[in-house]
C-alpha cells in the first residue's frame, strides 16, 4: 500500500522563477492538503483540494497556487520566488467526507531558493 | 497569533521512564486533535488522534489526554525508548479533521539510554 509520494526530493531555484511540486495521495484517499514548513516552526497550511477544487486556503499570497486531477494527484505552483519561500513542502492526503480521519504525510520537497 | 502552542521546545527521558509532552490550545472550535512524530528528512508520521467527545484514547504504549475546560492535551509515552527521540507535533482540526490542520512548534524529545 503506498504512501504519500512527492516529487522532486530537492530542488534549487533562483528569486524570481516559478517551481512545480508534485504529489501523489495515499491509496483510497481523495483530498490532498498542501503545507509549508520553515526551519523550527511547525507546518503551515497553504490550501486544500476535494473534487478538483480548491476547498479551504490558508494565508498564503496569490503567487502559491495549486491543482488537483480527476486521479486525486496534485500540483502546487509557486510563482515569482522569494528568498523567504524557502522551505520544506509537505504534502498531505485524507478521506474528504469522514469524520475524525487524520491526514498522512509525504516526505516532503525541500526548496532552496538563491 | 498562535492557536497551538508546544511550550517546551525540548525534552530528555532516560530509557524505559515516562514522557510527558504537553501542548495547549485557544481556538474552542477545534474538535479533532492529533499527534505526529517527525524524524529528520522525513514527513511528519501520524501516531494518534483524539475526538472533543472523549478525554482519552489510547494505542499500545502512547495514550493522549484531553482536557477541553484547560484547552489542554498531552501525550504519555510509556515506557519510553530510543526509537522514540525524534520531534513530536501537536496538531488540531475543526469540523472533526475535515478542516485544515493547525500545528504547534514541535518539541524534541530525547530518550536516554
Known amino acids: 500500500d503506498a504512501g504519500v509520494t512527492q516529487s522532486p526530493t530537492h530542488l534549487i531555484k533562483t528569486r524570481g522563477q516559478q517551481v512545480t511540486l508534485r504529489c501523489s495521495p495515499k491509496s483510497g484517499h481523495d483530498t490532498v492538503s498542501w503545507y509549508q514548513q520553515a526551519l523550527g516552526q511547525g507546518p503551515q497550511f497553504i490550501f486544500q483540494?476535494?473534487?478538483?477544487?480548491?476547498?479551504q486556503r490558508g494565508n498564503f499570497p496569490d503567487r502559491f497556487s495549486g491543482h488537483q486531477f480527476p486521479n486525486y494527484s496534485s500540483e502546487l505552483n509557486v510563482n515569482a520566488l522569494l528568498l523567504g519561500d524557502s522551505a520544506l513542502y509537505l504534502c498531505a492526503s485524507s478521506f474528504g467526507q469522514r469524520l475524525n480521519q487524520p491526514q498522512h504525510f509525504g516526505d516532503g520537497t525541500r526548496l532552496s531558493i538563491l | 497569533d498562535q492557536q497551538v502552542k508546544q511550550n517546551s521546545p525540548s525534552l530528555s527521558v532516560q530509557e524505559g521512564r515516562i514522557s510527558i509532552l504537553n501542548c495547549d490550545y485557544t481556538n474552542s472550535m477545534f474538535d479533532y486533535f492529533l499527534w505526529y512524530k517527525k524524524y529528520p528528512a522525513e514527513g511528519p508520521t501520524f501516531l494518534i488522534s483524539?475526538?472533543?467527545?472523549?478525554d482519552k484514547n489510547e494505542d499500545g504504549r502512547f495514550t493522549v489526554f484531553l482536557n477541553k475546560s484547560a484547552k489542554h492535551l498531552s501525550l504519555h509515552i510509556v515506557p519510553s525508548q530510543p526509537g522514540d527521540s525524534a520531534v513530536y507535533f501537536c496538531a488540531a482540526s475543526e469540523d472533526f479533521g475535515n478542516e485544515k490542520l493547525t500545528f504547534g512548534t514541535g518539541t524534541r524529545l530525547t530518550i536516554i539510554p
Open positions: 483524539i475526538s472533543s467527545i472523549k
Open positions: 483540494y476535494y473534487e478538483e477544487e480548491e476547498r
